[in-house]
């Protein structure tokens, strides 16, 4: 089984590529994107009951600042 850790930066890495291609550069957007791909993964059956999904959608939403440093300025 995979740990949370990497399944979180796995998580990140294909939210950060995500906004970059829709040019979701807010905050609002960004806990869009991380709301889509939770249920993305719970349909897929990869995430479920057991897991504890606020406490990962909280993760990925708060890192934000983290992308937002990544943002090449325009």
């Known amino acids: ?3 949370v ?3 979180i930066e796995e998580m990140f ?7 970059e ?5 807010t905050q609002s957007e ?5 709301d889509e791909l939770m249920e993305e993964r719970i349909e897929r059956g ?3 009951e057991e ?7 909280d993760t990925l ?10 943002i090449p300025l325009m």
Do not use: P
């Not at 291609?21 to 550069?25: D, L, S």
């Not at 897991?51 to 959608?57: F, Q, R, T, V």
């Open 1 to 3: 089984m995979e740990s």
């Open 5 to 7: 850790e990497m399944d």
């Open 13 to 19: 890495f294909q939210l950060r590529d995500k906004a």
């Open 21 to 25: 291609v829709e040019g979701a550069y």
């Open 30 to 34: 960004w806990d869009g994107l991380v």
């Open 46 to 48: 990869e995430l479920g």
């Open 51 to 57: 897991d504890d999904l606020e406490g990962l959608k």
């Open 61 to 70: 939403k708060a890192r934000f600042e983290q992308f937002e440093e990544s």
